[in-house]
């Protein structure tokens, strides 16, 4: 039956025209109230980890992650049943999560801002060569050192802006405090 279920929701979603929003809403597969739009399956294609990409591109592969994508959406409303959701482990692991996504998303986005303003003249790469002592000819090289030259600007230019957020920020630590937190961690 289950089979059944799954080459019904594959054959749906094969004849849904790209071109019909109504198509991408309609719902192609319902975890009690949850409902698993055209839409959401293929996002949840084109997004699906880089080791299950070649297990997607056969029917039976596709079939497997569906049931798959089923049972984590079964097992998400049994953690959200269970209260799991609203406990404080969760929560920080949540927080800490959303925290290096933030901050991955900031430091990608000012580092292509950076990387777009860093320019590597000749005469400093020549005097890279000059004071590295490096004996391979100039041309061969070049581009290399290029790159060294610009991350390390990067990298100062990063850390430049990182400084200046800071020296714009009230940060005030207390040292007692501090202390007391380290020394009851040992």
């Given amino acids: 039956m289950r089979l059944l279920v799954l080459v019904t929701l594959f054959s749906f979603i094969a ?6 929003n109504n198509a991408g809403n309609k719902a192609v597969a ?3 109230k949850y409902k698993m739009t055209a839409d959401d399956l293929r996002y ?5 980890p880089y080791d299950e990409a070649g297990r997607i591109k056969t029917e ?3 079939r497997q992650y569906l049931e798959g994508l089923i049972e984590k959406e079964v097992l998400l409303q049994e953690a959200q ?11 920080k692991s949540i927080e800490s999560y959303w925290e290096q996504a933030l901050l991955k998303i900031l430091l990608e986005r000012k580092s292509k801002e950076i990387s777009g303003l860093i320019h590597v003249y000749d005469n400093e790469i020549e005097e890279y060569c000059r004071d590295s002592g490096e004996k391979q000819p100039f041309t061969k090289i070049k581009n290399e050192i290029r ?13 430049a802006w990182i400084e200046e957020l800071k020296k714009k920020s009230y940060i ?15």
């Fill in 15 to 20: 004849g849904c025209s790209p071109g019909n």
């Fill in 30 to 32: 319902q975890i009690n």
């Fill in 44 to 48: 949840e294609f084109k997004n699906a």
């Fill in 60 to 62: 039976k592969g596709r």
């Fill in 81 to 91: 049943y269970l209260g799991i959701n609203r406990e404080k482990d969760f929560m």
């Fill in 147 to 159: 790159d060294i030259i610009k991350q390390e600007k990067e990298a100062d230019a990063m850390n």
């Fill in 172 to 186: 005030k630590v207390d040292e007692g405090a501090v202390e007391e937190a380290l020394s009851n961690n040992k």
